[in-house]
């Protein structure tokens, strides 16, 4: 067989080679350059926007090897060798060579005719059969593409709907406030029961304790030889220097730390405080509640979920209206509380409020951390005045951590306990015998000075005694230990202090020595780099047992609440309210925390509906074209078949800049649900409430905040991306993103400190989205294998491989990667790349169902197991 080469007018003998364009193969400049020509496609004359190469017909010469035809729907770049033309591309009357489907048309499916894109529809590259829906956009006939705009008056419509919804509930917030107002006023509440007497506490405490003490791990010594007893009905001063361990004796006393020596008892009986944890109350020195909230959502769930089951919600009301009288904080019930940001109410109501989050749950034991702290002195007696009118008048056992209070606000403490640096008492006693006690070891306080103030200087050692020239601040528990002896503060008959037999320093052992600080602090030696390591050891195996045996006890706990529920046995303590209504409570308190500002839940969308632009403007030229003919592909340079042979593919990057979006938005805001509130959760516990109720209460809340979410960042997302799936998938993806990406915030609030939480969560964003993705690196050089059913083989990742199976990135990349391929008109190939497969959406889908459960617990269990001493 031979052709005619035209510009020699010679037979050439035809050189036939399988699978390559014969007539290209003997003469490429006759295929090109004699043979073939570029033509306007049929169908775009009017706008002269698409063009073809077509055989070119000479009628001057007749030659069958230069004169063929070739049928619409095929290609034909020789004679009798006609391809069918395949979906997505166009193949008019004789067409050489497949075109792409230009944009601005689509083309039938069987590639034989090109039309128009429709008013109100684009046409991408390789459309078939009709265009896509313009809807948000304004596209006129022939539009290549679609800015949809007009969503961003869907976003604005939704944000001024909001607006009014939360104006409307603030409009009924302030109705309610007058209406409570109007009722206190006509019924003359605050005058009736600010006079009327308090009701008895039905269970009453007084705590005597003996020789409380605590050594460190290290040998150095807190406190020692604390002896006493609080009365039931009496306030007490706990007052000291810095270091003196205030905050230490009310930690052992009550449990939360573990004493190395010393006894409780519990009117008359040896046990633990610790026992009666849900008649303890302990105000923070810091206004610990959410500034979210007014202060009757405050003071309303303290008592809902403190106070015993059996009382009525007419009973719990009337016992927050009581207390709220009491603290005369009547006036602010409906107010927010507040914060730096947002004004509220003042700090002298919030510590008001912070000490009746207490009062309301009636306890029997009180414990206050510097309640007069950042008062003013008129304030701080008026707390201080309060608080022993409801000790009186309850028979409520109040002790006070209190730093420097005016004479008149020391005056209303009934006693007075005064500890020395390292933990040793000075006095302990009543308030009024104080004066006469150091008047009687050598200090009498000026006239003209506060006896609260004067007592913390000769504590410190700033006063000079009188009666010994001698004297060391390390004598002040010499002289306690000889009044509680009978011998007088100085000694038997005026002797000299040293002539008692007394050590006020403990003896150590083992490489330590005494400083001679006061209360016997020291430093230890360490002798080698070996003992160092071992102390530190030490230190950690203790914090260690410390932590497995807290857990031990809550676990014990739990299953004594178990025992109790199943067998209807109250709790012999106080029986609260269970799982279900504690349930239903911090369900209740965690949709007012989201729902109560409109500027920080707009705030939140904005940032969804932001972050979806963003990442629509950087994908919108991404796309998919469909492999060339293996016949076309065949006449290009051997060095790029490859390339020619595979599909312009760039919705893998497609899926990863999604997933690295939506990382990016729900760990941002994951981690503030609960890293935000992290001292009321301790506060919480600490006072009974169980975790599980108070993370699924949140996590349901959250679950519409995730909705809300994926909606706007889906809606943001195809403003500019032109797609091609149903919408409904991609939403489908991107909350199934958002599920894991929450849980992710909230974990890395609690295992972080909180300024170091926006750092990592951007570095979380970036390992699971891009690292973990599936993407850079491939699936292909993870797993070691080109074909999903190929045996796999070792590769640099083989060991840490599993990370990319519980990657949700990964999974959700696959599976936006089926649907948008499936959704275009190419043919698709037998083996996806990536190791991704056809028919395993709902393998996807299911995968990162069951990740985002293992995050979940994982969070759950971080706030759990981390900061337990704040949690006691």
Known sequence: MSIVDPATGQAVPLITTPGVNPVLANNPQIYYGKLTGLYICPGAEEFKDCIYRKIKRDPDVADANRDWTCPAGNFCQAQGLAVKCKPGFFCPPDAVEPLLCPSRYFCDRNATTITRCEKNTYCLSGSVGKGYNCFGASCPAGSSSANKFGLLIFFMIFAIIVWFLFKWQNKRLQLRFLKHS??????????????????????????????????????IEIMSGVTGALKSGRTCAIMGPSGAGKTTFVTLLTGKTKRTSGVVKVNGVVEELSKYKKLIGYVPQEDVMLRELTVRDILMHSARMRLPADWTFKQIREKVDNIVNILGIDHIYDKVIGDAENRGISGGQRKRVNIGMELVAEPSVLFLDEPTSGLDSSTSFEVCAMLRNVARGQGLNIAAVIHSPSPATFKQFDDLLLLGKGGRIIYFGPVVEASSYFDSIGFTCPPDESPSDFFMDVASG????????????????????????????????????????YDPTPSYSGGHENTGLVGGEKIEKINTWTDGVAKALGDILRDLWFWISDIAIEIYHNIIGIYYLISCTKDPVRQTCGFPWQFWLLTRRAFTQVFRSAKSFLLDQFMHFGVGVFISVAIQNFQYLGPLPDE???????????ICARASDQLKETGMFICLGVLFAGISVGSQTFGR??????????????????????????LFRILLAGIMFSIALIIFWPYRQSWFTVLIVVEMLYLSAFPMGYFISYAFNQNSVALVGTGFSLLWALVLSGVIPTLTDVYGKNNINDVAKDTAFTEISWLWNISA?????????????????????ANLPNLYQLDNFGGAIYAMFIIQIGWNVLAWLTIKVTNRRKQK
């Open 632 to 642: 076309i592909c065949n006449t290009v340079p051997l060095n790029l078949r490859g």
């Open 677 to 702: 509130e992290k001292i009321v959760y301790w506060r919480d516990t600490s006072a009974g409430m169980s975790t599980i109720p108070y993370y699924l209460g949140k996590y349901i809340i959250d």
């Open 462 to 501: 700033k006063v000079e005694s009188h009666r010994d020239n001698a004297f060391k601040p390390a004598d002040l528990f010499k002289y306690w230990v000889n009044h509680k002896e009978g011998k007088g503060g100085i000694g038997a008959a005026g002797a000299s202090l040293t002539s008692i037999d």
């Open 182 to 219: 109007k009722q206190v006023k006509e019924a003359k509440v605050l005058s009736s029961q600010k006079d009327a007497p308090l009701q008895r506490l039905s269970k009453t405490f007084d705590l005597e304790f003996t020789d409380l003490g605590l050594v460190l791990g290290n040998g």
């Open 809 to 829: 990135p990964r999974h959700a990349i696959e599976a936006f990667y089926v649907k948008e391929v499936v959704a275009r008109d190419f043919e698709v190939p």
